[in-house]
């Protein structure tokens, strides 16, 4: 049954603010992979530690997120949210001083790493504030009935992002700061639209709660590494999260390598390649989700298969488009996972639980991160290796849907499509790290 506040839906201003919010964390971090590549073979950084400046940040977004969920539920879902966009909008102005030390030769590459490590890491610990707070809102203002298809429209603003910014990423390459133009762009869209959430986004209906000791006889929450109605959600999203992450990190290098080009002129062909796969996933949040009505359960199992098709045509191909077509379907069949392991972990608790669950499902999708250097490691032993291995994950994760009963619980009465309009909503999972 929906609360009141979850029945009132979400007002319309709250959406297009929440799906502005979607895009330009989307638009900033999709960007920022797209020109990792070229700021890291231009530096002289070696293409592992290039990804690798994901790890801590990724290692404090898993940690900081389940607190900043519970802050949430104590002090609000905005200015959770806020302090979020000021933690991303500080990180990348820090990241762009960092880079245009490395592109003058300031520093030596390692001491350049260092600083973009440790820069990029304030966005795993204070951005990772407004995605638990962001799903929550969402919660806060929908019911179980329509929780799928807001979920997927959250996911689907998210995936607008990402094809928005791997375009834009090229355009802002000023002559004057170079490949560090994108970063400080980036953090001027994030002060605009903190700016905007302060100003005009309207507090979510939520209830303020305050730590306490059981009563008697009371009993304890259950810890969510312990909650069986939780966890198999939780092992889907994080195998789904490292997949994807393991692509998209090794993507940049394989054009660049494949095609032969310098750094600066991969650019634009990666561009494309990552505006492919963002449109993919678009069509199955925004489109196929909506017009078949689907369900949690339909959404883990399909995401899975569709995304090992994709990677293993990725393993095997032998040109540029067969990779972005690769790319693309592998897209579109995380386009339905996510939205799959995320309204389905929602729907699986109670009102009171959701900022905790919001957490624990961040946490996942940041941590994943830390292992993207060794899929650059294995890229550098065979091209096809990476993609390779995404395939038999995928192939696993598959069997252990229709397996696993919690997973194969995930059913309930599908939206309907009229529910689906609220098209805007989504954490920004993934961009963690």
């Known amino acids: 049954m929906a609360s ?30 797209s020109v990792l590549p070229a700021i890291g073979r231009s530096i002289g950084i070696p293409d592992y530690l290039v990804v690798a400046v994901f790890s801590l940040s990724a290692v404090l977004w898993a940690a900081a997120s ?20 000021a933690g991303f909008m500080v990180s990348m102005s820090l990241c762009g001083a960092v880079v245009s030390a490395g592109l003058r030769h300031l520093a030596a590459p390692l001491a350049i790493f260092g600083l973009f490590l440790l820069a990029r890491a304030l966005f795993g610990l204070f951005g990772s504030a407004s995605n638990p707070a962001t799903q929550a809102y969402v919660a806060d203002h929908t019911g179980p009935e329509e929780r799928t298809s807001s979920m997927a429209g959250l996911a689907g603003a998210f995936g607008l992002g990402t094809v928005i910014g791997p375009f834009l990423a090229p355009l802002f390459i000023f002559p004057i700061l170079g490949l560090a133009g994108p970063l400080f762009t980036f953090s001027l869209i994030a002060a605009a639209m903190l700016y905007v ?17 059981p009563a008697p006889g009371e009993a304890r929450p259950t810890p969510l590494w312990r909650d069986g109605r939780v966890i198999p959600f939780m092992v889907f999203g994080f195998v789904i999260a490292t997949c994807q992450t393991g692509q998209q990190q090794t993507l940049g290098f394989l054009i660049i390598d494949r095609l032969r080009l310098s750094p600066i002129e991969a650019q634009r062909p990666i561009a494309i390649a990552m505006a492919f796969g963002a449109v993919a996933g678009l069509l199955a949040q925004w489109g196929i989700i909506r017009m078949f009505e689907m369900t949690p359960r339909q959404l883990l199992r399909w995401g899975a298969a569709v995304a090992a098709l994709g990677n293993l045509t990725v393993a095997l191909s032998t040109d540029y488009w067969t990779v972005v077509a690769g790319y693309a379907v592998a897209s579109l069949g995380f386009g339905f996972a996510r939205p799959g392991f995320t309204a389905g972990s929602s729907l699986a608790v109670e009102g009171r639980d959701q900022a905790r669950v919001a957490g624990g499902i961040a946490a996942v999708n940041g941590i994943n991160a830390v292992l993207a250097p060794a899929f650059v490691r294995l890229y550098e032993t065979s091209h096809a290796a990476p993609f390779a291995l995404n395939m038999l994950l995928l192939a696993g994760l598959l069997a252990y849907a229709f397996l696993n009963g919690a997973l194969r619980r995930a059913d309930p009465t599908p939206a309907p499509a009229s529910a689906s309009t609220i098209a805007g909503l989504e954490r920004s999972d993934e961009s963690a790290g």
Do not use: C
């Open 4 to 33: 009141p506040a979850a029945q009132s839906g979400l007002p319309k201003r709250a959406l297009a603010i929440i799906f502005a919010v979607s895009i330009a964390t989307a638009l900033g971090n999709t960007g920022l992979i």
């Open 66 to 85: 389940p607190f900043w969920a519970r802050a949430s539920d104590r002090y609000g879902r905005k200015p959770l949210m806020m302090l979020g966009l």
């Open 197 to 213: 959430v302060w100003r005009h986004l309207p507090e979510s209906h939520w209830t303020p709660q305050v730590r306490r000791a």
